[in-house]
């Protein structure tokens, strides 16, 4: 099992650009997450979502939005990239009967001009 | 808001020396979770807390949580470079309200 894949590992955006990073999951998980990861501030929820065809807001939803149209697959999209969305991004998934135990993807590390 | 302050941030200590981190906060949790992180790596969930003054053991770390259920530590006993990474704790509150610290970077040289 490959657990949590993101794509791509690194981007580099200019200012007004948008971009889709893909987040993939083999372990059949209901539960899947955005996170982004800043120095300091911990990880903060972006959005997340129940189940496939469903989504919710998290903490820091703005400027982002997501979909799940398959159960494996997660996606975060950037329609109009900010230097202030520079940051370290993180998908993560888990079960429907241990809910609290995430998985992790390795991390997409995005930089915005 | 609620914010969970880690404390230290920075730690670098030998080989087989303890440590412990501090994970503080005003707001009350359900449950309080400790992750690892390697550069370059997503976080790997550690422990998960859940009854106040719950104390917890893996091996050479021992995790706490506080009776009020708002605070927590993690000791590590005779340190060891395999050690090294970043330690972040994590409220739970509600269903999927993860509230994230703002992490200790650890680094145990040999």
């Known amino acids: 099992n490959a657990g949590v894949t993101q794509t791509p590992k690194f981007r580099v955006l200019k200012t007004g650009q948008s971009m889709t990073l893909l987040c993939a999951q083999d372990?059949?998980?209901?539960?899947m997450y955005w996170y982004r990861q800043d120095p300091g501030m911990g990880l903060r929820l972006i959005h997340y979502?129940?189940?496939?065809?469903?989504?919710a807001k998290g903490e820091v939803p703005d400027g982002y939005n997501v979909s799940r149209l398959k159960k494996q697959n997660f996606l975060l999209g950037l329609e109009s990239a900010a230097p202030s969305q520079t940051s370290v991004y993180f998908c993560?998934?888990?079960?429907?009967?241990?809910?609290?135990?995430?998985?992790f993807g390795p991390g997409t590390r995005l930089t915005v001009l | 808001t609620q914010l969970l302050e880690q404390s230290p941030q920075f730690l670098s200590i030998q080989e087989g020396e303890n440590l412990t981190v501090y994970c503080n906060s005003s707001?009350?949790?359900?449950?309080l979770q400790w992750y690892r992180q390697e550069p370059g790596e997503g976080p790997v969930l550690l422990v998960t807390?859940?009854?106040?003054?719950e104390v917890k053991k893996l091996k050479r770390l021992t995790f706490q949580f506080g009776d009020a259920r708002k605070d927590s530590s993690l000791h590590i006993t005779a340190a060891q470079p395999g050690d090294t990474g970043l330690y972040l704790c994590?409220?739970?509150?509600?269903?999927?309200?993860?509230?994230f610290g703002t992490g200790t970077r650890l680094k145990v040289l040999a």
């Open positions: 993560a998934s888990s079960d429907r009967e241990v809910v609290d135990t995430q998985y």
């Open positions: 807390v859940v009854t106040g003054g």
């Open positions: 979502s129940v189940g496939e065809g469903t989504t």
């Open positions: 372990m059949n998980h209901e539960y």
């Open positions: 994590a409220g739970i509150s509600g269903t999927y309200k993860y509230i």
């Open positions: 707001s009350v949790f359900s449950s």
